[in-house]
């Protein structure tokens, strides 16, 4: 079993309940959203105290906390019981995940005690990140690049200037649809993915260029590529 395993079957559950769901969020495992609700799932393959540690931690953004674990072979295991005993007094909530079954399904054993929506920087960091990605990551991946918000746009620009360059940012936005923030972007240019080739007037960087060959069928660049040609 991976870490990564648990990911679908809780996202379903979620989703069928009318949240918004998204991988790795701000340092969270799982961060799903639905109208001001904001919950966050931190998932081990068996309970530990880091993974208590991190679901602490996330309690500075939500009351709304669970962690999520493989159901254990007896629901009346020792260990079983005192988790569940520990994350009723830190009011934690529980979600298992049944690995061992054909359906592999999640469900929620226990509720977060707390109930009420605290609105802080850290929720609202979280939140603008679910609203700002259109393609998910798989929740629990260590090894592979998220797609944060700001990734996403950077892709968008990437498959815009491979269309259209060299180009000014503002007729980018006109003819692509991008955001306010594109100039900013690509003067920045974090991911070294952009060239300035003269005053205002950008093009693809070689590295931008091998990112895109080399991501061709991922979501992200298939669905901005095709957006972008169509224009």
């Known amino acids: 079993m991976k870490e990564t395993d648990l990911y679908d079957p809780i996202k379903t559950l ?14 969270c495992d799982i961060a799903a959203t639905r109208d001001d609700a904001l919950w966050i799932i931190e998932m081990k393959l068996a309970a530990n105290l880091t993974l208590i540690y991190q679901a602490l931690e996330r309690k500075t953004a939500t009351e709304w906390v669970f962690v999520a674990i ?11 019981v005192k988790l569940k005993k520990l994350l009723k007094k830190l009011e934690l909530g529980l979600i298992t995940v049944a690995l061992d079954s054909p359906l592999k399904y999640a469900e929620i054993l226990i509720f977060p005690g707390g109930r ?5 920087k850290k929720s609202a960091a979280i939140k603008n990140e679910i609203a700002g990605r259109s393609v ?20 968008h ?29 690509l003067n920045s240019n974090f991911l070294g993915w952009f060239n300035r ?18 991501n061709a069928e991922t979501s992200l660049v298939l669905h901005y590529r095709s957006t972008c040609n169509s224009r």
């Open 197 to 214: 080739i003269s005053k205002g007037i950008y093009e693809l960087s070689p590295k931008g260029q091998d990112y895109l060959k080399e």
């Open 116 to 120: 009420d929506n605290k609105s802080t």
């Open 14 to 27: 979620l989703t069928s309940q009318g949240f918004t769901v998204r991988g790795e969020v701000k340092g």
């Open 70 to 80: 493989p159901r254990p072979r007896s629901a009346k295991s020792k260990n079983f």
């Open 157 to 185: 620009i990437a498959c815009a200037l491979e269309a259209s360059a060299p180009i000014s940012p503002k007729d980018l936005r006109a003819i692509h649809g991008l955001e306010k923030d594109t100039g900013g972007i």
């Open 136 to 155: 998910d990551s798989t929740g629990g991946s260590t090894k592979t690049a998220i797609n944060t918000a700001y990734r996403e746009k950077c892709i």
